[in-house]
Structures are given as C-alpha cells and as structure tokens.
C-alpha cells in the first residue's frame, strides 16, 4: 500500500469537513464537520505511526480522548444558544459585528 | 524459440516486482475509501440533521477500518468505541435537545456555498500538490512495527501502552485534568439556574 493514498483520503475528509464549517449553520452540523476535521488528522497519526513508531498511535488516542470532550463542552454550549435565543443558528450570533 | 524464452525471463521480473502490493488490502482501501467520501459529502449536504449523523456513523466506522488496514488495532477499537458508542450519541441527544427539525429542512446553510466550494477546492489542490511532491509513490513499510512481537501475540498493543504509561505519562495525567474540566465545563453550562 501506498503512503499517499492514506494521506490523501484524509486530506479529503480535512476539505470536506472545512466545507462543512463554513457552509452549515445549524451548530450541531458544525460540530459534525469538526469532527470530521479531527478524524482526518488521526488518519495521518496513524499513517505516520507506521514509519515512526508507536507515539503517532498515543498521540489519536490522545486526539480521540481531547475531541470527546470537545463534542461534549460543544453541545453544552450549542445547548446554551438554543436557550437564550430559542434556536441553534450560529449567523444569528452577529452581536460582536461593528 | 530462443527468443520467445528471452522475451519472457525479461518480461517475468517485470511482473512480479518484490513489492509490499497485496491485492486484498487495497481493494478493501479502495472501496471503503469511496464510500467514506460520498458518506463525508452527504454529511455536509444533507437537509436532515439526524441523516448527517447517521452519515457519519459511515464515515468514523471508516477511520477505524483504515486503522485496521494501518495496523493499529487498538486504536481502531478505541475508535469504535468512542466515536460510534459515544460521540453519536451525544450528537443525537444534542440534535433532540434543540428541537432541531426532524425532516428535511431548507434552513441548514447559509449563502456562503461559493466561498466553501473555493477555498474546500483551493485546500485540496495545495494539499494534494504537497502530499504528491513529498511521498511520490513511496510504500508503507510498517518499519516501526518490526521491533515488536508477532502477530499472536497484541505486541504492538504492549508497545503503545509501554508509550503511553513510560514516555507520554505526564501528557497523559494532563488529559485526564482535561477531562474533568470538561466534565465539570458541561455540567455548568448546561445547567439550569
């Protein structure tokens, strides 16, 4: 197997989930598209863990442990959008725009 | 005659080159491979919330697959654990927690599709161009794995929790701080008053 081809899935998961971000606004798809973000990083720990070791594997683990805790801190604060302004559109949030 | 057997002790090298190409492998590669992008692109296409999560169920079950395929088993089951057991529940408790619309729903984008459609398709070409000029065709070795015991043996998972409990365990303790501030983060934001 090719190096590359690893590496390019997951630069094109890293795209599509850069689209994601910018394209959606419902902040639960946000988040979505983050961890696709997240995953295609992992990807490329892995990949790379094959030539150098075993540290490319503690790091996603590490990685898969820090982006749990991110989707959770995320959706509490997703959550308290939806409580104040009764829906979880994130370009209703313009209050800091001059 | 004779040059027919010259022919093929010249062509036969030529076809069985000794490479680490095995066929099955990357079949399966490939074919995980273009479901995980058509199921990635659904994810941020898609008009239903709960669809899109459904998707990318389809998409983090590939990651592990592709671990697999990379050999790092337990990483793989890390992430089916974690990700599919856990992350998508909690996408789906937050997608039923806002009310968010349970059809199809026109209102999930905003009008910046052009600007994602650049900069996704400017992203992609620097990163291609990148990888493509750094790696070429260069092939996996598995180098790093050879020191480790055989195949029967989780070796490799002793060699990633040798890293983890040896040379990552500050890093490690760290994260579980993390953790609990996360814990506590949530519970505190999420908090009726």
């Known amino acids: 197997m090719l190096l590359n081809q690893f590496l390019l899935l997951s630069a094109i998961l890293f795209t599509i989930g850069v689209y994601g971000v910018i394209v959606r606004k419902n902040g639960v798809l946000v988040l979505m598209s983050i961890e696709l973000v997240l995953n295609a990083v992992n990807i490329n720990l892995i990949v790379f863990s094959t030539y150098w070791g075993v540290a490319g594997q503690v790091f996603a683990l590490f990685t898969i442990a820090i982006a749990a805790a991110e989707v959770g801190v995320g959706l509490a604060i997703v959550l308290l959008i939806y409580r104040n302004l009764r829906s979880v559109d994130i370009d209703e949030l313009d209050e800091m725009k001059g | ?193």
Do not use: C
């Not at chain 2, 999930?108 to 620097?126: E, F, P, R, S, Y």
């Open chain 2, 1 to 193: 005659m004779n040059s027919a057997a010259l022919i093929i002790a010249e062509v036969v090298p030529l076809v069985t080159p000794e490479t680490t190409f095995d066929v099955p492998a990357n079949v399966v590669f490939a074919v995980q491979a273009v479901v995980m992008i058509f199921a990635a692109l659904r994810v941020v296409t898609t008009k239903n919330v709960v669809h899109a999560a459904l998707w990318l169920v389809v998409v983090l079950g590939g990651v592990g697959l592709n671990y697999i395929l990379l050999q790092a088993e337990f990483v793989a089951v890390t992430q089916f654990l974690v990700y599919l057991g856990a992350v998508i529940v909690l996408f789906l408790f937050g997608v039923m927690l806002t009310r968010a619309p349970l059809g199809v729903s026109d209102d999930l984008d905003n009008n910046q599709k052009k600007i994602g459609i650049g900069v996704g398709v400017a992203l992609l070409a620097v990163l291609s161009y990148a990888l493509i000029e750094s790696f070429g065709r260069s092939e996996l070795t598995f180098a790093a794995y050879e020191g480790v015991a055989g195949p029967n043996t989780n070796g490799r998972t002793q060699a990633v929790s040798d890293a983890i409990f040896g040379q990552y365990l500050i890093p490690f303790e760290m994260l579980s701080l993390l953790l609990l501030a996360a814990l506590i983060g949530a519970i505190v934001l999420a908090r009726r008053d």
